[in-house]
């Protein structure tokens, strides 16, 4: 965090600005990491001056903690969602047991902990867990949680950093932007980068040489040695562009590149517009994104959980903040294909 002053000069990265707090002799550090943990400071002003700081660009550098077995799903398929924080924000937490804390499925790892970093496509796709957009998430009663509490002050359970935390809006999948990375973090500090994403081949390549093998050896249905892994689940959003009124599949390469999805890197021709495509209904009354289907069933997951929307359907927690359930085909309103456009 950065204490600023009139005369302070900051030299700072513009795509992942510091967060910032104006401390004074009656405003400590101890005080506002005092306030940020507690849910009657949710209005208070000042915090959220400080909390506004934590401002997300196009090209940001998102991270979410992972299990063993969430890191085996983004290898299948899964794409990012749920509670993320800013790759800057955390930082200085690279002991496993420390970022274990920041998990989002109560899994509980001492010995490696496990994180997907990407960059941000646009700011639109996050949203202050607690804030406006989620003012539901908040007052979930402790058996409908999974996970750390959410305090809604905007930043994640402490007792010693002041951690600005973030989900994406409306708990949405958003697809995946190329180079992607699924890391680790071992015992002593150090990073370790094993895999990145292709995503003209929508796989993943390993990059974990013969030295952290033994990392690979601990996720479910991973085979270590195997250099490329596919993904196996289709994903429930994708990104669309055009060129000349004519609409590709597109890549995003944050901040700067969207492109055609082409394997052929002569046809990776720049888009014009660029959208992010995904599935909605509504089910008894409650927004939902539809992630899958048939001809008869749909898994859905709420938009804005709250306990009037759990109520109404019954929808289970899988991991902090996440709640889904399924529901009949037929019983879907508002079925429909949306489009979330982003400004090139």
Excluded at 92 to 104: I, S, V, Y
Excluded at 263 to 269: F, I, K, N, P, Q
Excluded at 302 to 318: I, Q, S
Excluded at 329 to 335: I, M, Q, T
Aim: charged share 20%; proline share 8%.
């Amino acid at each position: 965090m950065t204490v600023t002053g009139e005369d302070s000069v900051i030299d700072v990265d513009p795509l992942e600005p510091p967060l910032c707090a104006p401390l004074r002799r009656d405003l400590g550090w101890a005080q506002v990491q005092r306030m940020s943990q507690s849910a009657g400071h949710r209005d208070d002003p000042v915090l959220r001056q400080i909390r506004a700081t934590a401002a997300v660009r196009r090209g940001t550098r998102m991270t979410k903690v992972l299990s063993a077995a969430q890191v085996s799903g983004h290898l299948g398929g899964w794409l990012p969602y749920g509670f993320c924080y800013r790759a800057c924000d955390i930082a200085h937490l690279h002991d496993p047991q420390e970022l274990a804390l920041l998990g989002t499925d109560g899994a509980v790892s001492a010995e490696v902990a496990y994180a997907l970093r990407w960059r941000a496509v646009d700011p639109l796709d996050y949203e202050v867990p607690g804030g406006p957009a989620q003012p539901g998430l908040a007052t979930l009663q402790a058996h409908n949680r999974v996970g750390a509490m959410i305090l809604g002050t905007g930043f994640t359970p402490s007792t010693d950093d002041l951690v600005p935390e973030f989900v994406t809006a409306g708990f949405a999948d958003l697809p995946m932007p190329a180079n992607a990375q699924l890391i680790a973090y071992v015992p002593g500090g150090e990073e370790v980068i094993l895999y990145t994403y292709q995503p003209e081949q929508h796989g993943w390549l390993r990059l974990a040489g013969p030295r952290w093998r033994g990392l690979l050896d601990t996720l479910p249905g991973v085979t270590p040695d195997r250099e490329y892994v596919p993904c196996t689940t289709p994903g429930s959003a994708k990104l669309v562009g055009q060129i000349r009124d004519r609409e590709y599949e597109a890549v995003a390469d944050p901040p700067e590149e969207f492109r055609v999805r082409a394997l052929t890197r002569a046809a990776r021709y720049p888009v014009s517009t660029l959208s992010r495509r995904a599935e909605q209904a509504l089910w008894r009354g409650v927004p939902c994104w539809v992630l899958q289907r048939d001809d008869a069933w749909a898994r859905l997951r709420l938009v804005r959980p709250d306990n009037d929307a759990l109520a109404a359907t019954g929808a289970r927690c899988y991991e902090r903040g996440v709640y889904e359930s399924w529901a009949p085909v037929g019983e879907l309103a508002d079925h429909h294909i949306a489009d979330i456009p982003y400004v090139l």
